[in-house]
């Protein structure tokens, strides 16, 4: 009989876009909550407390719980709080709120402790492990989730006023932020491994594509990223065909994707099929759970690592945020990291999205 001694090692190369279909354990994905908006799942910045501007600076975070380690967590919160510049409008959570398994009784302690110094808003999308509910499985996944973060009505959270954060009003688990200066499309990837997005939810993503505003700089978020050149689980085949077909169908390609899951930073820039359009790729994973996910061998600035797709820029020994900036029609990104010891450093990495 064969024996199991850890994860046989990959290069970049292999592990930039994998096939994950789900095990037969895992099925297609945990049954989606009733939504608390109606269709599309749309929401202004005011519907969900965020005050407007023009430029427009807000902050990108993903994979922040500080399940074993709060240290992460709350240097990542720490930094935010006293970023330089533009005070950010929101901050955008690609996903992994609370670990392990969406409940509850963590969100007092993984979000609303960690952040209640942080003074803006926190809006996003849920991860695999805000869906999980193998804790007990009687309780809805993404039950929390919606709770906290998809509430009817602003309110202070049960347990957890001393923090005097509001709960959330998105529409729905997946939904689009409509604002004046850029549109967000977020979509929920559920929990198996690869993520899933189910033939309605994808049909949704097409719609508000074609939908967005043009002449507005346009993102999509998902947790599960299509593309990863880190040595633990890679990027996702079947997430970067969802996201081509959408972009197929509805003859809009966005202007930036971002994503979490893969506990580390990692910007890719695509050329699309025109030869021309570049399309940046970024996994913000890293926001303060404590354990960083490796960079796999080969992963080199600069290398094309796929067809048309180079590895730009890579973090695996700190945890950190994005600043993304927008005016007109042009994304300003900077990656700021954190080190252990709270040491923060300004534009580790740097691009722009956009015309």
Request: include cysteine.
């Amino acid at each position: 009989m064969s024996r199991r001694f850890g994860i046989p090692p990959s290069t970049a190369r292999e592990q930039l876009q994998k096939r994950q279909d789900p095990a037969p354990s895992e099925g297609k994905g945990d049954p989606l909550p009733a939504p608390t908006g109606q269709p599309p799942f749309r929401a202004t910045p005011a519907d969900v407390g965020i005050v407007e501007s023009n430029p427009l600076t807000f902050f990108v975070l993903g994979d922040s719980g500080g399940v074993k380690d709060p240290d992460p967590q709350n240097g990542v919160s720490n930094a935010m709080q006293a970023q330089p510049g533009p005070v950010p409008a929101f901050v955008y959570h690609v996903g992994d709120l609370v670990y392990f398994n969406g409940d509850e009784s963590d969100y007092p302690s993984q979000f609303y402790e960690p952040y209640a110094h942080l003074n803006t808003a926190i809006v996003g999308i849920p991860g695999n492990h805000d869906g999980d509910n193998s804790d007990d499985t009687s309780v809805p996944s993404l039950s929390a989730f919606m709770a906290n973060l998809c509430a009817t009505a602003p309110a202070l959270p049960a347990g957890s006023e001393e923090f005097n954060r509001d709960t959330e009003t998105q529409p729905n688990c997946y939904w689009t932020l409509q604002a004046q200066a850029v549109t967000i499309i977020g979509c929920y990837s559920n929990v198996p491994s690869g993520g899933v997005i189910e033939p309605d939810q994808a049909s949704w993503l097409a719609s508000e594509l074609s939908a967005a505003a043009s002449g507005v700089p346009l993102i999509v978020a998902l947790h599960h990223p299509p593309y990863s050149a880190d040595a633990f689980h890679g990027g996702s085949a079947l997430m970067g065909e969802v996201l081509d077909t959408a972009f197929q169908t509805s003859g809009r390609v966005p202007d930036l994707v971002l994503s979490g899951h893969v506990h580390d930073y990692q910007r890719f820039t695509r050329t699309m099929t025109d030869g021309v359009t570049e399309l940046p790729y970024v996994v913000i994973g890293n926001g303060g759970y404590h354990n960083l996910h490796k960079l796999a061998p080969g992963a080199t600035p600069g290398e094309q690592l796929g067809d048309g797709v180079v590895f730009e820029a890579g973090d695996d020994s700190n945890w950190g945020f994005l600043s993304l900036t927008v005016d007109g029609t042009k994304i300003t990104a900077e990656y700021i990291n954190v080190a252990k010891d709270g040491t923060v450093t300004q534009s580790v990495d740097s691009f722009t999205a956009g015309q």
